[in-house]
């Protein structure tokens, strides 16, 4: 004869734990292809400015703004080999790239010999920050409390079974 289960019984409450994980796992998992799908949609919609037109016209220029702004956060300048390493690109569309955004006003360019170098002007350092806040606004609203729940879930879970 089978012994009931008590709320007791190590089984059942495990059992619940990881339906529990399983489902905030399940919410959070949710909420990331919801940010994933909503920030496609902007790159797609947000070309209201001519930095917006460029950088979100393909996947390279966009990654190369992210590089760009980042060099200007550490305060280092990219060569065209380490942006070539880096963004898994080749020497032609990078260069291209410098000497477009160059053109533009978007990035500094530094010229020592055959070297060029390159971080974001003060314009795309501008652009991308008004793209923080709105990657924050979003990512708040759509995961915060998802990764929230199943981080807390987690470190109780941890502390509790130890």
């Not at 530094?110 to 924050?136: F, H, N």
Request: with cysteine; proline share 2%; charged share 20%.
């Amino acid at each position: 004869m089978n012994k009931p289960k008590t709320c007791c019984d190590n089984s059942s409450v495990h059992n619940s734990v990881d339906e529990i994980h399983a489902h905030l796992l399940h919410d959070y998992n949710m909420k990331v292809i919801e940010i994933e799908m909503t920030l496609h949609q902007a790159r797609q919609t947000r070309m209201l400015s001519k930095v917006q037109r460029y950088f979100n016209s393909t996947p390279i220029r966009h990654a190369f703004s992210r590089w760009m702004t980042y060099a200007t956060y550490t305060n280092r300048f990219y060569t065209i080999s380490e942006l070539v390493t880096e963004m898994h690109s080749n020497r032609q569309t990078i260069s291209t790239m410098i000497n477009e955004c160059e053109a533009e006003g978007y990035i500094v360019v530094k010229r020592q010999g055959s070297t060029v170098a390159c971080q974001a002007s003060p314009i795309l350092l501008q652009k991308m920050e008004d793209y923080c806040r709105w990657r924050q606004s979003i990512a708040k609203s759509t995961i915060g409390t998802a990764f929230d729940n199943l981080v807390r879930f987690e470190k109780l879970m941890q502390k509790r079974f130890t």
